[in-house]
């Protein structure tokens, strides 16, 4: 069972974007630019809006949403398009799923491709960002219909109770990333049941790579 920190929502907001300094820091100073993931929950759209306010270098970032709905560009359910304009006017780099005018798995192999051209062979991600409260948790998208075609890092599946389309990356993600900050908002944190016995959060729970920070 993760320990969860509660915070008021302006300290949480503050404490998530001093790691997003300090990771991004040692990235850009390593290699200099800076990958992260994150999904398009409104814990971490209200994130992005509060980090337009610092002084970052935001041409050197690049971001990719982690679940994707089967929508076009543009749309008001578009993962990659809510980040994009929640991070409005600071300029990101978004590598973008495709999905118009091609089936999931021509979808997945184009993204497999860009995926690799952009971030190399064996995606490293500097920072991970979930929301796991509402209706988008990691269970969810583990339990994801359809199996895993093609590429390892993606996914697709159905968000319960929807049936929207969707893609996502799946939990080897995780894995793959150095530092991971999950969000929960409501009267009380996540219980154990979240946490699936197969979910990788079960191993990494443990180590000091993930962060849990609650906000009522």
Known sequence: MPEWETLAETEWLDQIAGCWLDAGSRALQSRGHFNVAMD?????????????????????????????????????????????????????????????????????????????????????????????????????LEAGENGIPEFELTSLYQIKGRGLPALGLTPRLLNASRNIVCISRGLNPPVTDTFRAHSPLQSLAAQDKVTFLHTR
Request: glycine fraction near 4%; aromatic fraction near 6%.
């Open 40 to 140: 398009a929950s409104d814990e971490c759209l209200q994130l992005c809006r509060h980090l337009t306010g610092i002084d970052w270098p935001w041409s050197a970032t690049r971001i990719l949403a982690v679940r994707e709905n089967w929508v076009p560009a543009g749309h008001s359910r578009h993962c990659g398009s809510a980040i994009y304009r929640a991070l409005y006017p600071q300029k990101v780099s978004m590598l973008p799923w495709e999905t118009e005018h091609m089936s999931h798995q021509q979808s997945v192999a184009r993204y497999a491709k860009a995926l690799q051209k952009e971030i190399g062979e064996t995606p490293k991600m500097d920072l991970t960002l979930l929301a796991l409260s509402g209706n988008n948790t990691l269970a969810e």
